[in-house]
């Protein structure tokens, strides 16, 4: 049973940086592609950023691009998102999810409880 547990959320004022951490377990983390969703008040989940198995190869939405960076340690079985230059329009919770693809995707099949982050302005 894949469990995704996120952490490294809080408050943080406009132009400062958070770093999301989600840790994965259940199966073999370095097979699956791994990506970031989030999800604002009276709003549907968006894509972030997702990161192919190996880690080469990323995908980001354009509101993100140039601003944050996925990454992930497959020896820790962890998946990373560095925000920088944060915007109050980047407050929602964040959610780590798991594809059952290898190569970078935007589908994903498993989820973490998310985590809040909040910008103020």
């Known amino acids: 049973q894949v469990h995704l547990v996120e952490s490294g959320g809080g408050l943080v004022q406009a132009g400062g940086s958070l770093r999301l951490s989600c840790a994965a377990s259940?199966?073999?983390?370095?097979?699956?592609?791994m990506g970031w969703f989030r999800q604002a008040p009276g709003k549907e989940r968006e894509f972030v950023a997702a990161i192919n198995w190996s880690g080469g190869i990323t995908d980001y939405a354009a509101s993100v691009k140039g601003r944050f960076t996925i990454s992930r340690d497959n020896a820790k079985t962890t998946v990373s998102l560095q925000m920088n230059s944060l915007k109050p329009e980047d407050t929602a919770v964040y959610y780590c999810a798991q594809s059952n693809r290898m190569g970078v995707t935007r589908e994903y099949d498993y989820w973490g409880q998310g985590t809040q982050v909040t910008v103020s302005s």
């Open positions: 259940g199966r073999t983390f370095r097979s699956y592609a």
